[in-house]
């Protein structure tokens, strides 16, 4: 199952975006052996201002996969749980699982309607190079938590 991260704007040239680069070659590395990755980093840009064409091009970059809405109103999830999430998506026969990260207003309601569950990472709001970062990050744990590498929490 590929994994993809959409991410509205650009993450710059800063730490974040090292970082989530960092995991997500990490991820799709470790993720290969499991039939998973591998893990593109994606960024959309829109042309116009506004929840509407952002969400257009998210729909667009999403279509056919299994979309995943970033939102502070969403579904927490513990590291285990969500890596066994991930997994059971793999199992079901998923071919592509995609998260997306709306803009500085959130995500569109189109976009939220259409994804098939929502992610939290608490109630903060998060600066979107972060938020990225950190996603990558997690699916970089789910690997190898499903890879069977020592769980610091087991």
Avoid: N
């Amino acid at each position: 199952m590929k994994l993809a991260i959409l991410a509205i704007g650009r993450p710059g040239r800063g730490p974040e975006a090292d970082l989530a680069t960092d995991y997500a070659g990490r991820a799709t590395a470790a993720g290969r052996p499991l039939g998973l990755g591998p893990l593109d980093l994606v960024d959309l840009d829109p042309r116009k201002p506004g929840k509407g064409p952002e969400a257009e091009l998210i729909l667009a970059a999403a279509e056919g996969s299994h979309l995943i809405a970033c939102d502070e109103r969403g579904r927490t999830y513990s590291s285990r749980a969500f890596a066994d999430h991930i997994a059971r998506l793999r199992d079901q026969g998923e071919r592509r699982l995609v998260f997306a990260i709306g803009g500085a207003d959130g995500l569109d309601a189109s976009v939220l309607s259409a994804a098939r569950s929502t992610l939290a990472f608490g109630p903060q709001t998060w600066p979107h190079a972060l938020a990225r970062a950190m996603l990558a990050e997690q699916l970089y744990r789910a690997v190898t938590i499903l890879a069977g590498s020592p769980y610091h929490r087991d």
